[in-house]
């Protein structure tokens, strides 16, 4: 008895563990424990400093920039710094084959010089508040859909108590440790973000998608914006008549330089992790999620890249979407690898048991794992299917907009649906229809059209195939084990749908009908896989995804009552709800024999540049700056270089990219962007002697737009701290 106790308790502590350096934690909840470890590892603020819900702190200069990732305010001017590929889309819009910044770089000498950006925006926290019991007093005895549906609408309603649309204040509750948790985050979103500068792409993408997730690195991934506001220091729409922001918080920005085993610390916006995974999970991610998710994007990424390698308008036609299926290609494969490598599975298992241990006796938990077994192999014969639909058919754009003429069709043939919900659709679908054809490349979405529907035939059970047809595609396009076969088919769908002809198109909008929609070749194809999905696997998809968080509810209920105490030193996954994380700039040894410095320098970069090269080209005047060592006030006088990027235990996720990399004292030191190859589980498994955060050096960023861009009006909005 006493040695199963003993089992019991180690597999339990695991469950509760709280590592060196891991954690994601909200500001708001900062416990005097998490803030003394804070302290012992270099800290020199208060806790008021870091967050305060009556005065300002540091919290005030971080923002919620675009729809995915993080800023922070550099100056009394309102000036941001975030990551190149957050700016990547503002960017790509605003160049021309003429102008292209993207290529050139772009730094705005004035205000009157900084380009208005459609469609970004910023968002300031301004107040976090608890409302679990409010959440789940209203929840008490109900349990699966029942209580997600009656979940939503009280969230909905709370949302509604605490926003304001007339000042652009919006309320948003995160549901904290599987639903156990509610918070309120109430922001103020600012609409007038202008591009103040960005480096030429061959800086803020060296290195590409080779060096991509790895360290070393050399990228100056970082780009400069504004938020205006009215006169009246509030938000508002863009106007000429803006000025730039008043903050009442900006961040000083350091060039003194840091050693090895600096303290470091990064607020942020991380996007979301599943630390609490079960070993089901894990298995399903590691044998069809991601594996299926990693070939198809591996075959859509071929495609873009062979249409963009040798025409700059499709470069720019296509940039933005490539770098974001890149990007989480490689993530993905890695995260697989490192979950396999480091056994995982095992782990998760482990501490299962200890649980299912706990559990004998209590009625409300001692079911969750039998039941969950239950759940995942029920589902798991259909999830490929699943990621077929997902990064299959809408990873082709043709498909995917001809998926969305279903609103079209359903005004057309539904009983109750008036001329005037017709004419609605169309103007809709009409709208709809000029964004896609502006970023449509035909020539490599045809041939990723034919891949799909060839990879579908091959990799997803014929039993869930669409009824008849791949019979029809064979019988009239030819043998379905012939790639010829579905090259051909593409191109029939291409040469005659309605959506890229304009005769036929604006016929259709004059007297639209369903016989002529339902013809359509790209929306024949497009609906067989979707309404093939939607009436037999979606509400299997559904029914799964309720189990699975119903019992995960359950679960981190359980988790959280093993032990109070230690319980209150956990933090819960990230829901991009700000975090703070702390750790230190530190070098590693990720295998046998290697070492890893926490610092690249422009001697690597001057290593790397291969003239001419997509990913390892370089500007003449940087390779002019560099080969001269003049670096000026940003040389790091440890190196005798330009530092260009270092790394620190610091834990963060997607979401974090442009998050400010702090020291001591609350001076900004770099912009974290990414994430080290060895530790690629982190969304489900920090390692903490392997976890790396890569960072930009803020001496590097402020080196591009002094010497580089001779942008020194933006220079000297800055507090530097020397």
Known sequence: MKKLFVTIFISLSFLLKSFADEGMWLPLLLGQQVYNDMVKRGL???????????????????????????????????????????????????STVEHNYLRDGFYAKNNGEEIPTEGVSVQFLLSIQDVTSQVLDSLKGMTGSERAQRQARVLNNLNAQHSDASQNIEARISSLFKGNQFLVFVYQRYNDVRLVGTPPESIGKFGGDTDNWEWPRHTGDFSVFRVYTGKDGKTANFSLDNIPMVPKWFLPVSIKGFKDGDYAMIYGYPGGTNRYETSFGVKQKIDIDNPTLVKLRDMRLKHMFEQMKNNDSVKLQLASSYAGIANYWKFFDGETKQLIKYDVFSQKKKSEEGFISWTKGKPEYEPIFSEWEKAYEAWRPFSKHRMYINEGLFGSPLSAFAAGLQQVEVALVQSGKTQADVKKAMEAVGKAREEFLKNENQASDQKILGDVTRMFYQDVDQTQHPIDFYRTLSEKFGSLTDEQTFKKYAAYIFDNTMIFNEAKWNAFVANPDANTLQNDPAFAHATAFLINYQSKYAAKSAQFNSKNNELGRLYLKGILEIDPVKAKKMYPDATFTMRVSFGNVKSYRPRDGVFYDYVCTMDGVLQKYKKG?????????????????????????????????????????????????????????????????????????FDKDLNRTICVDVRYVLWCIDKLGGASNLINELKLVK
Do not use: M, R, W
């Open 44 to 94: 020199k603020l208060s806790k008021e400093q870091l967050y305060s819900i009556n005065k300002t702190s540091i919290k005030d200069a971080i923002v919620i920039f675009g729809g995915g990732c993080t800023g922070e305010i550099v100056s009394n001017k309102g000036l941001i710094f975030t990551n190149h590929h957050c700016g990547y889309d503002a960017i790509a819009n605003a």
């Open 613 to 685: 090269d997509y990913e390892f080209d370089l500007p003449d005047n940087l390779l002019e700056l560099a080969k001269k060592k003049d670096f000026g006030q940003y040389i790091d006088k440890q190196k005798n270089d330009l530092v260009i990027s270092f790394i620190t235990t610091n834990d963060i996720t997607g979401g974090n990219s442009g998050s400010p990399v702090l020291d001591a004292n609350g001076n900004l030191i770099g912009l974290a962007f990414d994430g080290n190859y060895e530790a690629l589980s982190h969304k489900i498994a």
